[in-house]
């Protein structure tokens, strides 16, 4: 059975980048206390927040996904002391920027998540997934020749 | 270039844990319709002996380039399989792990969900896994010899530990003695042992031990280089006193007839001659001349020292020194100082000399100060009846005249000495105006209720809002907060509580070492739990008051514990580095220094390098980015910020996680 | 209908800019403070009570007009409370809700004293007059 039979009642596609030191390990520990949270949720692992290229982003929403969470470590608790200072910027200015060419606000979010906080990895994914879920497909920056390519 | 992958994909069950979710066969089975994998299994458990040697096995047979996993978190696991992989031949870093197990199958409960999202983590696996380049951890060797940059007791006790280890110790000490601010202290809380008494000896110790350097009145000029092979210039301050002539009699400093300089080691309440030595039981115990203040340097006549040094180690001529030394760790230890006062006018500090800093109350009190212990007045000399204590003095202040942090150590050398007073002259009356009480630590709270309870001080919470002069009293107007009153009392001395900040020289000392430092000039440790000895840049250790405000007790516990960790990294033949690090596609780069800017390890330099061209010019200079290796922790910061694209980080490069997002969303 | 206290304490917070939660509760505003000895409620307690929304009582106290709004408290606060800005907008509350000015600025005259200094009749004018 292939995935795209799947979708048809609408499964969402969520790509979570999580730095290695927190956010993952938070991920991990919501997975060892069965803390459950959509199969729709994608994680990437990435060094550092600030390992998050923007770019990314762009290219998740191309390809037809319909939410990009990034999760780093708490501000001030960066493993490479200053990397989240630097997701925060960028991603506050990306997500206005989407948000102005019509990405809605709700299909991006930064959090975050230490490596104890595996409750808040789960409710944050929940919450993020449900709210996906109500916003329905990303249509806007799906790009079908991508699409097609690869099938 | 992907064409010429052999994969191989291993599924673990990981006993039911794995398996009662997710259809490991399932699993196995999708990808081996996957381009460029050759073979797939699954396994029960693939980190067990049986597990790794049929991934051993599997790479020897079909002659794998690359291996998969999907099992647990890579956290848990991946250095078993990399180790695995490396045994039979493969490049460690050619092993991806599809996290299946705490992303999946412990949090999904549909089987048909859990096994669908396993295959995507696995495919995403080996998209990356298709770009990973085999990597290797580079090595560099370690200089077996320690730095430590201040000569204060907390410089003293790492060198100490570190010698003690068998590892050479330089220690860099600005002024011409070591021993730093306790040697000013009286008396040292909670147990009242003199400072002197227990300092010195280890002053001492650093002196005669044979692995440890001493360069007094010396300061920093320069570092290079990176953990384990760091490049020091010390500049040693000519003190015009030859140190291997002088014999320390200290005859040169009762003939010396400039005396009107200001006695820094006494806080400026009495004066010293031009060529001094700091206190008696300075180390190295040889004067120095102070060049403002001497009357040969300032006019080229007297010579007093000169003429009566039998020993002929006077040198008007001796020049500064540049010594440049390789070290493999440095220790910052460069203290404190109290805060200048000159914002709070309303204590009167700077108009009045019965108002005194509780550092110059404390050289009072000391039996070897300017009043050889006597408790008198610095303005007449004669004995005070009523004493004010105020603290808090510029700590926990918002408004910017002071520092916003509780400088912690106020509390327990105010009922220090509250206690002392009183003990010594039981005739003088003591008042103690205090917000809150502080006292955590052992026999801490202890120490502080006896002040009240035997020695009855009086504590009053409230603050002083003016000190001003009658006559000659001091009137000190404050709050009662408790009585909900204003009180004003005509006391003989005001001591304030001054704030404490780091040596103001710690911001050049950072800046030469890229270790990062905060809004109040405190050193930044590299974890404020986990790492609290450590900088963020690596070789870089903190030992006291430059990292936060610390006690004796602490200061001494955290220089031992920066030895440590020098010991720890000065024990090593040679550094592993991880290769997973930045660096910089040369042909790209455009020298913008945009990626220097954000780097937290300066781990980023410039260099000019001459490209051949088309063209009639056929070479041309540019300012290229160059990674130091040794120096990147990998956190990929530049990489996001290269306008072009030329950096890129090894083991997570864009490609690669690009590729990871295209089969997540494929 | 009339404010609450806790709407009136929030006004309050407003108008005068004060951040009553950065107070440390030190005390130094009291004991800077030159007219003390004729208040009733005491600059250190006036802070806490807008913190805890006791406002009809300090809209009764006599501090808000014995305050000489000299600042003292102010430019002492180690935190940056600034008492005296929240006595003043107690005081323009209790001017608001009476819906005139306290004093009217005929009658100040009758007031002055030959002994007052000039700081204190200018303080009157800006106090009693808004």
């Known amino acids: 059975m292939s995935i795209e039979e799947t979708k048809k009642e609408y499964k969402p596609l969520i790509v979570a980048f999580c730095c290695n030191w927190c956010s993952y390990a938070g991920a991990d520990l919501a997975g060892t206390s069965r803390l459950s949270y959509p199969a729709d949720v994608k994680i990437i692992r990435v060094p550092c927040s600030c390992r998050v290229n923007p770019l990314f982003i762009l290219r998740a929403f191309q390809r037809g996904a319909d939410g990009v969470i990034i999760a780093g ?48 990895f789960s409710t944050t994914m929940n919450e993020f997934a449900k709210t996906i879920h109500e916003l329905g497909e990303n249509k806007k920056l799906e790009d079908l020749r991508c699409k097609e390519l690869l099938k | 270039m992907s064409s010429l992958h052999k994969i191989g994909v291993f599924v673990c069950w990981c006993g039911s844990n794995i398996a009662a979710t997710v259809d490991v066969a399932a699993v196995a089975e999708a990808m081996r319709a996957e381009p460029n994998v050759v073979y797939a299994t699954d396994y029960q458990y693939m980190c067990s002996e049986g597990g790794q040697s049929r991934i051993r096995e599997a790479i020897k047979e079909y002659g794998l380039t690359g291996v998969v996993i999907c099992s647990c978190s890579p956290r848990m696991h991946e250095a078993t399989f990399r180790k695995a992989a490396q045994s039979a031949g493969l490049n460690p870093y050619m092993v991806e792990i599809a996290n299946i197990r705490e992303h999946c ?9 859990a096994t669908a999202k396993a295959i995507v983590l696995a495919r995403t696996a080996l998209a990356k896994l298709n770009l990973n380049q085999p990597l290797t951890a580079g090595e560099s060797n370690v200089v077996k010899r320690a730095l430590v940059i201040g000569g204060g007791i907390a410089g ?21 003695t070591i021993g730093g601010r306790m040697a000013q202290l009286d008396k040292t809380f909670p147990t009242l042992d003199c400072a002197a008494c227990i300092l010195t000896p280890k002053m001492v110790d650093a002196a005669q031990n044979e692995k440890i350097t001493l360069y007094t009145y010396s300061e920093m000029e320069s570092v290079s280089g990176f953990v384990g092979n760091f490049t020091a210039k010390i500049r040693k301050k000519a003190r015009h006193v030859n140190e291997d002539l002088c014999t320390g009699c200290g005859l040169c400093q009762e003939k010396c007839p400039s005396r009107k300089a200001k006695n820094e080691f006494n806080m400026g309440l009495n004066t010293r001659t031009a060529i001094y ?68 006018d309303e204590f009167g500090y700077s108009q009045n000399p019965d108002v005194v800093t509780s550092l110059e109350f404390e050289r009072i009190m000391n039996a070897a100060g300017p009043t050889k212990g006597q408790l008198v007045r610095p303005s007449d000399g004669k004995h005070p009846h009523c004493i004010v204590f105020v603290q808090c003095v510029g700590s926990r202040d918002t408004s910017g005249c002071g520092k916003p942090y509780c400088s912690k150590i106020c509390c327990m050398y105010t009922a220090k000495h509250a206690m002392l007073v009183r003990e010594k002259y039981p005739d003088v009356e003591v008042h103690v105006f205090y917000i809150d009480v502080r006292t955590p630590g052992k026999n801490f709270d202890e120490f502080y209720r006896r002040a009240v309870e035997q020695y009855d001080v009086d504590y009053i919470k409230g603050m002083v809002g003016k000190v001003s002069s009658h006559g000659d009293k001091l009137q000190v107007q404050g709050s009662d907060l408790i009585a909900d009153k204003q009180i004003i009392i005509d006391a003989d001395m005001v001591v304030l509580a001054a704030a404490i900040e780091p040596d103001p020289e710690v911001r050049k000392i950072a800046t030469m070492l890229t270790a990062s430092i905060d809004t109040n000039n405190f050193l930044t440790e590299a974890h404020p739990k986990l790492r609290p ?43 592993k580095r991880n290769p997973c690090v930045a660096h910089s596609d040369e042909m790209l780069c455009n020298g913008c220094s945009a990626c220097e800017k954000v780097c937290p390890y300066g781990a980023i330099s410039y260099m000019d390098k001459e490209f051949r061209v088309p063209g009639p010019k056929r070479t041309e200079i540019r300012r290229i980015a160059v990674v130091n290796e040794a120096v990147c922790q990998g956190c990929g910061a530049c990489t996001v910020t290269c306008p072009s694209g030329a950096m890129d980080l090894k083991g997570f490069s864009t490609k690669q996680i690009m590729a990871e997002v295209d089969a997540i969303c494929r | 209908m009339p404010a609450t206290e806790k709407e009136l304490a929030e006004t309050i917070r407003r108008i005068s800019g004060v951040d009553t939660r950065k107070c440390m509760k030190c005390g130094k505003c009291s004991g800077t403070c030159p007219a003390f000895g004729e208040m009733d409620i005491h600059p250190h307690k006036f802070v806490s009570m807008v913190e805890k929304g006791e406002i009809d009582e300090l809209m009764q106290s006599k501090s808000l007009w014995t305050c000489l709004s000299c600042f003292a408290c102010v430019e002492r606060c180690p935190r940056n409370v600034e008492p005296a800005r929240l006595i003043e907008a107690v005081r323009l509350a209790v001017i608001r809700r009476q819906g005139e000015n306290y004093l009217k600025a005929d009658q100040i005259p009758e007031l002055l004293d030959e002994k007052l200094p000039q700081q204190a009749i200018t303080s009157a004018f800006r106090k009693y007059s808004k």
Not at chain 2, 105 to 113: A, G, L, N, V
Request: proline share 5%.
């Open chain 2, 156 to 176: 003293i006790q790492s060198a100490l530990d570190i010698a003690e280890a068998g590892y050479e110790v330089d220690i860099v000490e600005k002024t011409p």
């Open chain 2, 105 to 113: 199958s412990w949090i999904h409960k549909d089987r048909m969900d």
């Open chain 1, 73 to 120: 470590c708490h501000p001030g608790d960066c493993h490479y002391t200053s990397g989240n200072y630097y997701a925060r910027r960028r991603m506050t200015l990306l997500f206005s920027m989407l948000d102005y060419l019509g990405i809605e606000r709700a299909r991006t979010r930064v959090e975050w998540i230490s490596a104890a906080e595996g409750v808040k």
């Open chain 2, 277 to 344: 030595i700091p206190f008696a039981q300075a180390i190295p115990n040889v004067p120095v001349i102070d060049t403002e203040q001497c009357i040969h340097f300032k006019t080229g006549k007297c010579g007093l020292c000169q003429m009566n040094c039998s020993a002929k180690a006077i040198d008007f001529e001796q020049q500064d020194e540049i010594i440049e030394r390789q070290y493999g760790a440095i220790v910052v230890a460069t203290g404190f100082r109290p805060i200048s006062l000159e914002r709070f």
């Open chain 2, 533 to 575: 000895v450590e900088s963020p840049t690596a070789g870089v250790f903190l030992s006291g008051v430059c990292q936060g405000p610390k006690d004796i007790p602490e200061t001494v516990a955290q220089a031992s514990a920066a030895a440590a960790k020098v010991i720890g990294l000065l024990a090593k033949d040679k550094l």
